[in-house]
């Protein structure tokens, strides 16, 4: 709604964004950001879906309809803007629990400790990377600002990172500041929560964990939270302005793939299957409305273990059983190994699960109906046609966990998801399944981590091996 508002004050015309009270903010931020400072806002009293349209007749005649009038006709104030540090300028003197308070009371962290990014602290980071220190990296949304190794560094600092993991801070911001990346739903009030896997030498050379614990590592916490800092302060993604979950977020987490596992059951890495050498290393970032419980696949026939994982994807999605977007599906290595025995590749066990993982055009329709999409949703009639029109709509064609009572034949089923990546990673002394259902239909672009040339020399001076002791 603001940025149509936005968009029409651009050409000229008048207009109104009407929101919902907690969106007051959002609805100016969202303006200010692409470049309309005062984009002129109305309330509408509560949630309009769940109102009579008694209520709706109402509210709008007696509340609506006069700010409409009031904001169109009368001349707008726009509010100074506030000088702006430079990079390097000092902000802020104190303490570590003062700069703490300083950074929260400003919206500048999540609340959490934070380490103070004085300038000595970020150019130990600058060491670890050979791009310049002002040099674009992406533009990210809805901000519109500049992601430089500058600001990049700031971030992972604050967020308690190693100067070394700089490369990969770097590489996540190219990656998410790509335009195949879903950044403008990330502020839903679906809650979407940011996440990244990395492949290749160098996530073993920094221990990124792919083991039991994966999210709660160490290592993988402090770039998580990185990668929520800079969603925060280079992204313009901040509670109640533009990110507007409506239950709030888990912090952003970080994992890699156990590629030793991989390679000995003869499949391939994520980053090999998009045609990068096994030894470069990549990140891949993703998103994710739903974190949740885990699935225990269990036996040895791997047909039966597919079936449990096409389960959990149909039943445990984004928007209920409405289709649409890709789901990664995290599997542990002792449900992977019995797979790979029983004769799947990774490409071979996506298609099955694709093949499998349905769910029945009533369900997909009662959903649409009743809960989902955003908007004023169609009746349950109109929904159930539109399902019944899709052409990847078929009759008879029940995943295994239906019963099939008389008349099944003529069950109408739909894909439960547009796509699927499978992960190798987790405790390798369990049989586990997690499934992470993302928005929109897209299956993320890996970006390469840059390093620099003196890269084992620097690393060695901190007592790591050189990266090729890495290579597998």
Known sequence: MALAAAAAE?????????????????AVETGRFVGVPAVQVGVYPGAFLVHSDAQLA??????????????????????????????KDIVFTGTVDDVTRFFSDNNWSEGLAIIPPTVEKVEEFLKYTEFPRDQEIAVLSPSGLIATPWNIAVNGVMAGCRPEYMPLLIAIVEAIGDPTYPMAIMGSTSGVNPFIWINGPVSRQLGIHHGQGITAWPVNQVIGRALGLI???IGGFRLQESRMGSFGYTLPWVLAENEEVLAKIGWQAFHEERGFDRNVSTVAPNQSNQWGSQLHPAGTDAKVLMENLAWEISNKTSNFKSPGGYRVCMVTPPVA???????YTKQSLKED?????????YEAAYTSAYGFPPGTPPAFDVALKRTLERKDAEKGKLPPWYEKTPGWEEIVTIPATSGIEILICGDEGRNKSQTLSGIGGRLPTPKQIKLPANWDKLTAD???????????
């Open 10 to 26: 651009k050409v000229g015309i008048p207009a109104i964004a009407i929101v919902a009270p907690s969106f007051q903010t959002c």
């Open 353 to 361: 699960l694709m093949k499998t993982a349905r769910v029945t055009a």
């Open 462 to 472: 901190l007592g790591y091996k050189p990266l090729k002791s890495y290579y597998l």
């Open 231 to 233: 969603w925060m302060n």
């Open 337 to 343: 190994e019995v797979l790979a025995a029983g004769g």
């Open 58 to 87: 109402e509210n709008i005649e007696s509340t609506v309809f006069p700010q409409i009038v009031e904001r169109l006709t009368k001349s707008i104030k726009v509010a100074e803007t506030a000088e702006t540090a430079g990079p």
